[in-house]
């Protein structure tokens, strides 16, 4: 990029810092009309309320100085670029010598998140959190309404709080909320920092907090969170959040560690056997077997395998939560309504019209309704010595 480029550039930005942006993210997404509709809706105004011109003018610098060098011995250098990049067009790619270099013909400037783009290592699971944290932001108006079984935990959750010594709270994956309204009527006094990945959520959850500034809301990644922050705290908690993670084990382990001397730890996530109906179903009417999201959700083995070398002393409690739908229709659409479709199935849709006609006669044969099971582990632990 020319010097007289970037000049014009924080000229722009020094003007009007926000119309910049709209503008450059616009630009980003150049190609793909839809994906940009999905970052207005969900993110643009989350990017914009958190833009920090330092650091976006400490950027510029980055780009002033010189071309990076291809790196010594056998490490490789990747470029990629979108043929439909508006921001840097491929003509102007910077040449690097030795470089591996990767045009993806479909993607604008935001190579990452054209459906083509993959990333040895981090693609996939960067893919898998994304199309996540979409369908939970855009359930987050009518989560509330339909997610009577994430309340049910939530209350089971709270019946198992400590009863004193509870000042400053983290709370991963606050959803839109409900949980942290438990959390804020039983320690009237406490701090409470509330992280959730989804906008949405996030949003819906502010709204009910805006005349309560002790409950701070954080808009990230929760492993990345917990990676992140090196505070400490009274009492790390998380309701029906950590079955999503990639590594939900390794953030409890985080979690432990986080914890002030005399911390609690307090969690429930689902686990393997949740719709274990709707599995079965859905592997017999495709004549395959189908592993449905939950399938990869942690076991209670695994739990506690996890934390037995950790410095804290647990509590590991299954509870199988029950629902009986009147549909398959309802069934289905309360899973999509609360966003806890996870991840969509690659290739085509797995419930053509005739394989959900199927299904439906599945279910009556097999159960003469449709219920549904939900697999949840209560995590209650205390660092030892405490």
Known sequence: MAENEIAAIRRDLSRDPGAFLVSFFRKCFA????????FVDLLEGEYLGAMD??????????????????????????????????IAPVGEMAEIAGAVVEIHDYAGHAVFLAPEFSWPGIGEGAARKRAIRNRFSRAAVTYDAHADVQKEVACGLAARLPEAGVANILEIGCGS???????????????????DFSPGMVAAARAKFAATPRVQFVCRDGEEYLVAT???????????????????????????????????????????????????GVTAVCGQ?????????????????????????????ETIVRRQYQSLRELL????????????????????????R?????????????????????????????
């Not at 190609?31 to 999905?38: L, M, N, P, V």
Request: glycine fraction near 10%; aromatic fraction near 10%.
């Open 31 to 38: 190609g793909d009309k839809s994906a940009y509709r999905r």
């Open 53 to 86: 011109l330092g650091c976006l003018n400490r950027g510029l610098d980055y780009l002033a100085a010189s071309l990076p060098q291809a790196p010594a011995g056998d490490a490789a250098l990747r470029v990629v670029h979108g043929r439909r990049d508006l």
């Open 177 to 195: 909320g409900f949980y942290t309204e438990l959390l804020a009527a039983r320690f009237p006094a406490a701090r409470i920092q509330a992280v």
């Open 230 to 280: 090196e505070e400490r705290f009274d009492l790390i908690t998380s309701n029906a959040t950590l079955q999503w993670f990639d590594d939900p084990v390794a953030a409890l382990a985080r979690m432990v560690l986080l914890l002030n001397r005399q911390g609690a730890l307090l969690c429930s996530l689902f686990g393997p056997g949740t719709l274990a109906e709707l599995g079965e």
């Open 289 to 317: 077997p189908v592993a449905l999201p939950p399938r990869c959700f942690p076991t209670l083995a695994g739990i506690e395998s996890g934390l037995a070398a950790l410095p804290v002393e647990t509590e590991c409690v």
């Open 333 to 356: 659409l309360h899973i999509k309504l609360t966003g806890t479709g996870g991840p969509p199935a690659a290739g085509r849709p797995l419930l053509t019209r005739k394989r959900f």
């Open 358 to 386: 199927e299904l439906e006669q599945w279910f009556s044969t097999q159960y003469g309704g449709y219920p549904a099971t939900y697999q949840t582990f209560f995590v209650q632990g205390r660092k030892k010595g405490a």
